[in-house]
């Protein structure tokens, strides 16, 4: 079954302690992605990578790191996590032949406290 | 830079109404646009999408027209029904970014 696969679904952390939520697809995708979900403004884009190796910063990148050392693995790492952080996390992914007019493939979510 | 704005709800309708849920936007080029939707405690799902001036998007009985003159793509639905109980998030993709509204949540009393 296609699908993308985040873990932990659910975290609550202290500050301070770094933490990584990990994204694996299974449907050989190049364009990975990482949004938060927060009430009243929607989703926003945190990184980007359009391939191995190659990551960009979205809207709202500070505070994490990514890396993307496989094609199907895009994990999004909190070095010092704060409780401006505490968020609905989603990963999702697609081909990039398919350019602009691609569908993005979410996965379930990771709700994440800090306190 | 790009920008989504669609209407805030919550939308209140009872079962076997009319919906409309109105978004427009704001891009450089030309994006193509999705309804994606988000069902309690779930990621989000396409609903559907359409990728040039004209077209017309459909899924489930909803549908939404890519308008360039009005740079609008309004979800509609003839009939809605309980289990069609969601967010609503218009977006738009344009040079692999994908930029989402704020989302309008629908709740449909049977």
């Known amino acids: 079954e296609a699908q993308v696969t985040q873990n932990p679904r659910y975290l609550i952390t202290v500050t301070g302690k770094k933490l990584t939520v990990t994204c694996s697809q299974n449907?050989?995708?190049?364009?990975m992605s990482w949004y938060r979900q927060d009430p009243g403004l929607g989703l926003r884009q945190i990184y980007y990578s359009m391939n191995v190796e190659v990551t960009d910063k979205g809207d709202v990148p500070e505070g994490y790191k990514v890396s993307r050392k496989e094609k199907r693995n895009f994990p999004l790492i909190l070095e010092s996590p704060s409780p401006n952080q505490t968020s609905l996390y989603f990963c999702?992914?697609?081909?990039?032949?398919?350019?602009?007019?691609?569908?993005?493939?979410f996965g379930e979510g990771s709700r994440l406290t800090v306190l | 830079g790009d920008s989504v704005t669609q209407m805030e709800g919550p939308v209140t309708l009872s079962e076997e109404a009319f919906l409309t849920i109105n978004c427009t936007y704001t891009?450089?080029?030309?994006?193509?646009l999705f309804w994606y939707v988000q069902y309690p405690g779930e990621g989000l799902q396409l609903l559907l999408k359409?990728?040039?001036?004209?077209d017309k998007g459909s899924n489930k009985g909803f549908e939404a027209t890519y308008r360039k003159e009005t740079t609008s793509f309004h979800l509609e639905k003839g009939s809605v029904q309980v289990s069609d109980s969601a967010v609503y998030f218009c977006?738009?993709?344009?040079?692999?970014?994908?930029?989402f509204g704020k989302g309008t949540l629908l709740t449909v009393n049977p």
């Open positions: 359409a990728t040039k001036a004209d």
């Open positions: 977006a738009l993709r344009s040079n692999y970014k994908l930029t």
């Open positions: 891009a450089t080029g030309y994006p193509s």
């Open positions: 999702a992914s697609s081909h990039v032949a398919g350019g602009h007019t691609g569908e993005l493939f």
């Open positions: 449907m050989n995708h190049e364009y």
